[in-house]
């Protein structure tokens, strides 16, 4: 790939086409194939990392032997 082809936008400008799956920043058409089935890639794949809650377990003695 050179470097003249290489393209750089912000993940927050990404969007990705449900029809072509090709991947533009215009949040209205899809630059290739002019669909506008397009979801923003920002809520996908920037998500802040989920809290994972740890669950206590109490000992309680056996209902059955």
Same mark, same amino acid.
């Given at each position: 790939?050179?470097?003249?082809?290489?393209?750089?936008?912000?993940?927050?400008?990404?969007? /990705?086409?449900?029809?072509? =799956?090709?991947?533009?920043?215009?949040?209205? #058409?899809?630059?290739?194939?002019?669909?506008? @089935? &397009?979801?923003? /890639?920002?809520?996908?794949? =920037?998500?802040?990392?989920?809290?994972?809650? #740890?669950?206590?377990?109490?000992?309680?003695? @056996? &209902?059955?032997?």
């Amino acid at each position: 790939m050179t470097y003249l082809s290489m393209q750089h936008m912000p993940l927050s400008n990404a969007y /990705l086409c449900q029809d072509c =799956n090709c991947v533009g920043n215009c949040a209205k #058409q899809c630059p290739a194939c002019a669909s506008e @089935a &397009l979801m923003g /890639l920002d809520t996908i794949l =920037n998500r802040k990392a989920e809290e994972r809650t #740890q669950i206590a377990y109490s000992r309680v003695p @056996a &209902l059955a032997a």
